[in-house]
């Protein structure tokens, strides 16, 4: 059973072009996350959901949104993409977002723009 | 810049015992965690210390001594199927975790 699942796994795209990233849980966490992993493995959080609300929003151009429908749910919509914004992105996951929750990560999204 | 700081690269034999480092310039935090990824994979949580101590779990130990501002990993009786990245975490309020550099562990026969 999947726990955080991701889609596309891997998506090439032009310059310019809106792509969108999704990510569910069924574990019935109230929390999720997306992270942006660079290509020398720097990983930084971008975005925090609880109960489809904005928790963390760090310092990320406006190209990027996160859009929650449910709590099981964090989508990621990125206008006008550039090349720098190639990267692995990973959701994750937690139970309520306490300091001691256990993060659970997807299999990340391979996102690459020429 | 970076408030955690680990060795970038570690190698070591397999059953070797082998401790990854992490220095932090921060405080107030809540704990440090560990996670390891394997390439190509997603990180995957494997120890918490919310308290000065160590932490064991089976092969892997986890020390954290906030008046040093330091912890470290222990991985003992190593096999090939630990050569991963091994990320130093703090966690913050709202369950924010902010990410070490890493440190890319290769295990040889």
């Known amino acids: 059973d999947t726990a955080v699942s991701q889609t596309p796994k891997y998506l090439v795209t032009q310059m310019g072009n809106d792509k969108s990233i999704k990510c569910e849980q069924n574990?019935?966490?109230?929390?999720m996350y997306w992270y942006k992993q660079d290509s020398k493995k720097f990983l930084k959080i971008m975005f925090s959901?609880?109960?489809?609300?904005?928790?963390i929003n760090e310092t990320v151009p406006n190209r990027f949104s996160p859009k929650s429908p449910d709590k099981a749910h964090l989508n990621l919509h990125i206008n006008s993409l550039e090349l720098g914004d190639s990267a692995v992105y990973f959701c994750?996951?937690?139970?309520?977002?306490?300091?001691?929750?256990?993060?659970?990560f997807g299999p990340g999204t391979r996102l690459l723009v020429l | 810049g970076q408030s955690l700081e680990q060795p970038s690269e570690v190698t070591a034999v397999e059953g070797a015992i082998v401790q990854i480092n992490c220095t932090y310039q921060?405080?107030?935090?809540?704990?440090l965690s560990w996670y390891q990824q394997h390439d190509g994979g997603a990180p995957t949580f494997l120890s918490y210390n919310a308290l000065d101590g160590l932490e064991e779990t089976g092969r892997f130990s986890s020390f954290l001594s906030r008046s040093d501002s330091y912890g470290y990993l222990l991985l003992q009786e190593l096999q090939m199927k630990d050569s991963a990245s091994y990320f130093c975490v703090k966690r913050d309020a709202g369950n924010m975790l902010t990410f070490g550099g890493g440190t890319r562990l290769m295990v040889k026969p």
């Open positions: 921060t405080s107030g935090f809540y704990g």
């Open positions: 994750a996951s937690s139970g309520s977002g306490g300091a001691g929750e256990t993060q659970y």
């Open positions: 574990l019935g966490h109230d929390t």
């Open positions: 959901y609880n109960n489809k609300e904005l928790i």
